[in-house]
């Protein structure tokens, strides 16, 4: 509740949540004690060049989406926001896509968290309004 408003569409938001939660939960298929934490945070001085913007633009919001599933194979962690790039076996890879492509749209962004525990983190930095 403390959180300054986000500067974003809500649709828009509200899809690369879905997304990014959807990833998450099939990530724990077969994962004995399955979690999925989201959690959101204000992080000042965070600033990031991204499409659009002249020079370094301010992304203080935080939101991420962190599970306890196996990770993400380190043989695509590079290619990860690729359109239909999977590492799941029913997997059309564009899910993550679509998340980089809505971030971008927003003069947001999306990225993969390094762990030190198993699973995934993937942290959305989004500006105030």
């Not at 899910?95 to 030190?116: F, M, P, R, T, W």
Request: charged share 20%; aromatic share 4%; net charge negative.
């Amino acid at each position: 509740p403390s959180l300054p408003l986000v500067l974003a569409h809500r649709e828009l938001l509200v899809q690369m949540l879905l997304n990014l939660v959807e990833n998450a939960a099939e990530a724990l298929y077969q994962v004995p004690q399955p979690v999925i934490t989201l959690s959101t945070a204000y992080q000042s001085g965070y600033r990031l060049r991204v499409a659009g913007a002249e020079g370094a633009v301010a992304l203080p919001i935080v939101v991420s989406v962190e599970d306890n599933g196996a990770g993400v194979p380190a043989d695509v962690r590079d290619k990860l926001f690729e359109p239909f790039l999977s590492s799941k076996e029913q997997g059309r890879g564009l899910g993550l896509a679509v998340v980089a492509k809505l971030a971008a749209d927003l003069g947001a962004s999306v990225e993969l968290a390094e762990k030190a525990t198993p699973g995934a983190k993937f942290t959305l930095h989004l500006p105030v309004a």
